[in-house]
């Protein structure tokens, strides 16, 4: 079965620094990978989708992620993250013929001003 | 508010009572989903219906839950004899339905607590 390992639990990051969270899979076949969002109080919402073409994929709010096949990996970045960016990150994949997301365990991400 | 809505969005209960919780898709949403999460950890995967139809469970889901999807709109999903290791927050998620892999679109969630 596949899995989606987030290895960054929790982050503390000041204003401004750059940010980069990893997240690696387990499937050796055609993936589609996905980086989710859960802000305080609020229910998930899609920060970018990575399904084929250019392996830069740009989201919302300034957030990018690189899909590396060779390394199964889709770390999510961002330049100079801002004290809003505090929340927690859900990296995802639908893979195979499942019609469901995997999850990996989440990363909390901390920015102080 | 066009989204995916939950409810209720907490929910208190004793242990071996049922509960059922209620999904409202986004309109047209032909896919619905049903998640779990616990507590330091990400959502995992229910069940899910395409239209009217249950597709998939996952083995997570025991002979005491179960789900319904019965005019391709709004979902319930039921949980008997409620157990302390039942508490967690349950997720609804729809998706239009177009293609194999579309965008899950997901609701608020709904909180249950067993005591």
């Known amino acids: 079965a596949q899995s989606v390992s987030q290895h960054n639990h929790h982050v503390i990051l000041s204003e401004a620094a750059s940010l980069e969270l990893g997240c690696n899979y387990s499937y050796g076949g055609t993936v589609n990978l996905f980086w989710y969002v859960q802000y305080p109080g609020q229910h998930l919402q899609l920060l970018l989708k990575y399904f084929s073409g250019d392996p830069l994929v740009k989201g919302i709010k300034g957030f990018e992620a690189e899909f590396i096949k060779s390394k199964f990996s889709f770390n999510l970045r961002k330049p100079s993250v801002q004290w809003s960016d505090t929340a927690e990150y859900f990296c995802?994949?639908?893979?195979?013929?499942?019609?469901?997301?995997?999850f990996g365990t989440g990363t909390r991400l901390q920015v102080t001003l | 508010d066009t989204g995916v809505s939950q409810d209720p969005r907490h929910k208190i209960t004793k242990r071996g009572q049922n509960v059922t919780f209620r999904c409202d898709p986004i309109?047209?949403?032909?896919?619905l989903y049903w998640y779990r999460q616990t507590l330091g950890q990400g959502p995992e995967f229910l069940t899910y219906f395409q239209n009217e139809a249950q597709l998939e469970k996952s083995r997570l889901l025991s002979d005491r839950f179960s789900a319904e999807r019965p005019k391709g709109s709004f979902s319930t999903l039921e949980i008997q004899r409620t157990e302390q290791g039942d508490s967690a927050m349950y997720l609804c998620a729809s998706s239009p339905g177009r293609g194999r892999f579309d965008e899950q679109f997901f609701g608020p969630g709904t909180r249950l607590t067993v005591l």
């Open positions: 309109s047209e949403h032909n896919r």
């Open positions: 995802a994949v639908y893979s195979g013929t499942a019609s469901k997301l995997t």
